[in-house]
Every structure is written in C-alpha cells, then in structure tokens.
C-alpha cells in the first residue's frame, strides 16, 4: 500500500492534498469539515494585519467559464482576503491545530510592506502553533491597488526583502506564494529564496476578464453596473501553472527549493503531473467550492492506486521524476520523426482529421480513396504535428508512430542520429543561447 504521507518545508501531512488559502478555508467550520472529509493540510485563507478587516463587495464576487456541459473550466473571482476580525481567526487557528495536530496548518499572510507590520502579525501567529506562514504574494486585484499582494510579487527586490523579514523575526516555515503575473517566474522565486524562503507555492491567480454581458455592457461578476479584473483559475490555468513550476524545478538557482502547486488541481492525476514536475504537494481551491470537500476522496485513492501500480512507496518515488524530460526547444531532436496513423477499424468516418488537416495545416490526409469515402494519411506531406489526432472524436483512432531511414516528405535519413538547433547546419550560429 502506497505511503501518501508528505514533509514539505518541514510540515507533516498525512497525504499531500491540501486547501489553498481562499473561501473554503476561510474560517474553522470549514477547516474541521475539510479535515473531516480527509484533506492533509489547509492554508487558512489571507490574514491582515489588525484593525478594521477588509471590506469585500455585497454581491457577485465570481465568473464561471463553462465548457459545452455546463462544467467550469475556469472560474474569475474579485474577493479579498478575510473580511473578519483577525483576532477571531487567531482564536479559530489556534483551536483548529492543536485539535488536529496530525493535519498540517499554514497560516496566508498579507500586511504593508513595513518591516514592524510583519513582524506584529508573525508574532501573532506563533502563539497559535501553526505549522508555517504563506506570503500572499500574487493577490492580482484590491489588494494590489494598497500596495500588497502582487504589487509585491512582482518586484523581486520587494520579494526577497519582506522574505528576509519574516525568516528574521520568525521561527515558522516560510513559503512565498508567487504571482503568475510577471514575464518570468523564475525572478521571484529566485528572490524568495535569495531571502531563506523555505518553499514557494505557485501559481496565484491570473488577471483576467471573464466575460461581457452584451445587452448591459458591463463585465461579470458586476458591482452596480461596473466590473473590474479578477483572479482567474481553475483547470483552464492548468497548463501554464505546471509549466511555472517547471521552470522554477530545474532552474539551476532554485532548483531543489520545495515547491507547492497551484493551478486547477480537480483529479488525483493532475496532482501527480504537478509532483512529477517538481511539486512536492499540492494545493486545491476551484476543484473544492464547484464539487465540495469529498472530492479529496478519490484524489486519495486514485493516487494510491496509481502508484501501487507503477511500485511506487512513496511520493518521493516520482516527485520531480519528469524534469530531465523537460527542456528548451533548442536542444529538440530534429532527426526525429513520426507520422499520423490512423486505425480504420476504429475510424468512424467523421471526416475532421480531414477538414483539419486540409484547410488548417499540411493537405495530408485524404476524403476519398478509389471513389469512396476514406480517411488515409499522406506520408510525403504529413509532418507529424498530430493536429489530427489532437481533433479526433475517438481514443486512440489516430496515433503517431516514429519513423527510420528515409522521410519520404523531406527525402532525409531520420531517427537514427541526434541532431539540435545548436548543431544544426541551418542555424547560422551553432552556439546554444546563453
């Protein structure tokens, strides 16, 4: 039976499927019931500093971008951080933990960029025994605007000293969660740990509009006829989470940093990509608020069960277990070579590998052989794109298979050498890009 438990930045869960800070973690009714349902950990949703809390808006906070079945594949939100009295928090934190102490507990934090502030409110927070902090780094709207949340993230500068801050006046983990919001991850993350961050989580939330509503020409969620940019997530955002955290798993500055990952978590096996990519647990929020807490149920067993098949004993087996296979274009190999195959006992005659491939790519693929209707690949122009199997109604109808010898489409000898761009005789240059 695979062993699901994780340390990640010193904090022991009993699995690595933990709640992102957001409304689902935003007070201890929640939190017990997230526990309850079998959730590892919870970062309780952003804390700021004391005082008056935060006004959130009285009416639609989120926008749902739904695919053709009415599911969400992305979801835009505009809500701030707590709106309740930090010390009711602190209260709520420091009965939750000391409850549920096998359960890890990170503790979301967003102040002015002043030294005394965050010093004030880590204090506040060890005497609750939390397990660790989490810089709120990538809040991308309202927060932003009073000089917090992303407007911190994306400066570096700004990232490795508030970083520095805490680590010095703090004897909690420290993880620095990252805005997406910034031409290269790397520089931040890079930051934090220049700063002694323990780990970084990422991603945050991406500025977006999610749509208009044409008849009131306004944006959703509306605020009295106005609208603003929220924080978009959700599975849409998944692809370009993992590449972030990708980037930031085999940089060579933070290489080996523990990393958290965000970004339309909703099955067990998006969870074990993000691992497989360098993340040594993940955190889930979207998944959780359309389907509900029990969903950690079958990430559970779906992940143990994937991983008694595959020998793994634990998640250290295959965390990071991709990031070989990952690299730039350049260093691609470009004698390799692979053409479209298509199974015509599975072909059901559709024809969209056709329209595809005839009005949008490379003319290789056939309507009508011998009088009839049928769907037969080109070798001479397919280039192996695999646009076609990529449209294709049904699993597995069309594959790619590699090829030897000669390329009848470029008449080269293929797949039995190894030859990139920074050695290919096309390129001028013939020198990796530094």
Request: aromatic letters at 6%; charged letters at 20%.
């Amino acid at each position: 039976m695979a062993d699901l438990t994780t340390t990640f930045a010193g904090i022991k869960s009993p699995n690595p499927f933990w709640l992102a800070s957001a409304p689902p973690t935003d007070k201890a009714y929640n939190v017990i019931r997230a526990y309850q349902a079998g959730w590892g950990g919870v970062v309780w949703k952003t804390l700021g500093e004391a005082g008056p809390p935060v006004v959130n808006v009285n009416g639609p906070r989120y926008g749902a971008l739904h695919g053709a079945d009415r599911r969400v594949i992305g979801f835009n939100n505009i809500e701030l951080i707590t709106d309740r009295p930090l010390e009711l928090n602190l209260q709520e934190i420091k009965q939750v933990k000391r409850d549920w102490k096998d359960r890890a507990l990170v503790v979301s934090l967003m102040v002015p960029c002043e030294e005394e502030a965050w010093k004030a409110i880590l204090k506040q927070v060890e005497e609750t025994e939390a397990d660790g902090v989490e810089l709120n780094f990538g809040c991308p709207h309202g927060m932003s605007e009073r000089g917090m949340g992303s407007a911190v993230g994306q400066v570096p500068d700004y990232v490795e000293m508030v970083t520095r801050w805490c680590k010095q006046h703090s004897r909690m983990p420290v993880i620095v969660k990252l805005t997406p919001n910034i031409s290269d991850i790397r520089a931040p993350a890079r930051a934090a740990k220049r700063g002694g961050a323990d780990a970084v989580s990422l991603i945050n939330t991406i500025n977006s509009i999610i749509g208009v509503d044409l008849d009131a020409m306004t944006i959703a969620p509306s605020t009295d006829g106005k609208g603003t940019h929220g924080g978009y997530c959700g599975p849409a955002v998944k692809p370009i989470a993992m590449n972030m955290v990708a980037e930031i798993a085999r940089d060579a500055e933070t290489r080996g940093i523990p990393i958290s990952g965000i970004g339309g978590v909703t099955t067990w096996r998006d969870a074990a990509e993000f691992m497989t990519l360098g993340a040594g647990n993940v955190q889930v929020c979207t998944a959780a608020m359309v389907y509900g807490f029990r969903i950690v149920e079958e990430m559970i067993t779906g992940l143990s069960e994937w991983m008694d098949g595959k020998g793994h004993t634990s998640t250290a087996d295959f965390i990071g277990g991709a990031i070989p296979n990952v690299t730039d274009w350049q260093y691609l190999n470009l004698d390799y070579a692979v053409k479209a195959r298509i199974d015509q006992d599975k072909c059901i005659s559709c024809g969209r590998c056709h329209i595809a491939c005839e009005d949008t790519s490379h003319q290789a693929i056939t309507a009508m052989v011998d009088g009839k209707r049928r769907f037969e690949v080109i070798d001479e122009e397919c280039v192996g794109c695999n646009l076609c199997a990529s449209v294709c109604p049904v699993e597995d109808c069309i594959t790619m298979e590699p090829i030897t010898g000669l390329d009848p489409r470029t008449g080269r000898e293929v797949g039995r050498s190894y030859s990139n761009w920074t050695t290919h005789p096309n390129n001028p240059n013939r020198k990796a890009a530094e």
